[in-house]
């Protein structure tokens, strides 16, 4: 009895040091898993592409608590600015289109995103009085490439380049196959990019409204607020190279 007994108490401590050990493996896995679930996309970093997007992997929900509103001013302004004096990480005076923009769209391409190309054309058109989008298969000046992956595992990332004019005379737009993770990401990235490519390099993250070029996924997509840059850029005479001072000047007198 007295062997029997000596011998149930060492395999009964063990067990316990077992079951103790794998509670901690458990939770050590847990713990991993939810932090690489919430790890953010990394950024480009390349002074002649602009960097995007951060969202989440694995969830459905867009970032940020604030809705879409009317923006004042303003606002604006400050939105407008923030996006045609920023390319990248570097500080640019005002560029923009000042001909046609011959959309050309390369590789596979999914329905849901050429009807996106679609929309964005026909509401940039609406918006536009001076410059026009067209689609074409050859020859294009603005080129979306669908591609299997993207850079560095992003949903998009777009480019373009101007003369000393500050006029832009070409763009090209990334769509990588990343952007169908999430279900509402196919409409943000390709507005965004698309957006960009227009002259929009920055991102503009608002304490008022979500907005179309923050550089993480808001709300709505495309907003009266986008219309009112694109207005604002192609349709007022603003000079082209214009600085933050002048723009400021030129919207607040």
């Not at 609406?126 to 067209?134: A, P």
């Given at each position: 009895m007295?062997n029997?007994?000596?011998?149930?108490?060492?395999?009964?401590k063990?067990?316990?040091?077992?079951?103790?050990g794998i509670?901690?493996?458990?939770v050590?896995?847990s713990?991993?898993?939810?932090s690489?679930?919430?790890?953010?996309?990394?950024?480009i970093?390349?002074?002649?592409?602009?960097?995007?997007?951060?969202?989440?992997?694995?969830?459905?929900?867009?970032s940020g608590?604030?809705?879409?509103?009317v923006m004042?001013?303003n606002?604006l302004?400050?939105?407008?600015?923030?996006?045609?004096?920023t390319?990248g990480s570097k500080?640019?005076?005002?560029?923009?289109w000042?001909?046609?923009?011959?959309?050309q769209i390369?590789?596979?391409s999914d329905?849901?995103?050429?009807?996106?190309?679609?929309?964005?054309?026909k509401?940039f058109?609406?918006n536009s009085?001076?410059?026009?989008?067209?689609k074409?298969?050859?020859?294009g000046n603005?080129?979306?490439?669908?591609?299997?992956?993207?850079?560095?595992?992003l949903?998009?990332?777009?480019?373009f380049g101007?003369?000393n004019?500050?006029?832009?005379?070409?763009?090209?737009?990334?769509?990588g196959?990343?952007?169908?993770?999430?279900?509402?990401?196919?409409?943000?990235t390709?507005?965004?990019?698309?957006?960009?490519?227009?002259?929009f390099g920055g991102?503009?993250?608002?304490?008022?409204?979500?907005?179309?070029?923050?550089?993480?996924?808001?709300a709505?997509?495309f907003?009266a607020?986008e219309?009112?840059l694109?207005?604002?850029?192609?349709?007022?005479?603003i000079?082209?190279?214009?600085?933050?001072?002048?723009?400021r000047d030129f919207?607040?007198?």
């Amino acid at each position: 009895m007295v062997n029997q007994t000596l011998n149930e108490k060492p395999k009964s401590k063990a067990c316990s040091w077992i079951f103790l050990g794998i509670f901690f493996l458990l939770v050590f896995i847990s713990v991993a898993m939810f932090s690489f679930g919430t790890k953010n996309f990394p950024a480009i970093k390349n002074s002649s592409i602009i960097k995007d997007l951060s969202v989440n992997k694995n969830s459905n929900k867009t970032s940020g608590i604030k809705g879409f509103a009317v923006m004042s001013q303003n606002e604006l302004v400050n939105y407008f600015i923030t996006e045609v004096t920023t390319y990248g990480s570097k500080t640019v005076p005002l560029q923009r289109w000042n001909k046609d923009i011959k959309v050309q769209i390369e590789g596979e391409s999914d329905v849901e995103s050429l009807k996106l190309i679609n929309e964005f054309i026909k509401r940039f058109n609406q918006n536009s009085k001076t410059v026009k989008m067209e689609k074409v298969s050859t020859g294009g000046n603005f080129v979306i490439q669908f591609k299997d992956a993207s850079r560095k595992g992003l949903p998009g990332s777009a480019a373009f380049g101007s003369g000393n004019d500050c006029f832009i005379d070409g763009a090209v737009v990334e769509i990588g196959e990343e952007v169908g993770m999430l279900e509402s990401l196919p409409d943000y990235t390709v507005n965004h990019e698309m957006f960009h490519a227009l002259g929009f390099g920055g991102h503009y993250r608002s304490d008022v409204s979500c907005t179309l070029m923050s550089a993480k996924h808001c709300a709505k997509s495309f907003t009266a607020n986008e219309d009112k840059l694109i207005q604002m850029l192609y349709n007022s005479n603003i000079p082209a190279c214009s600085t933050e001072t002048k723009i400021r000047d030129f919207f607040n007198k």
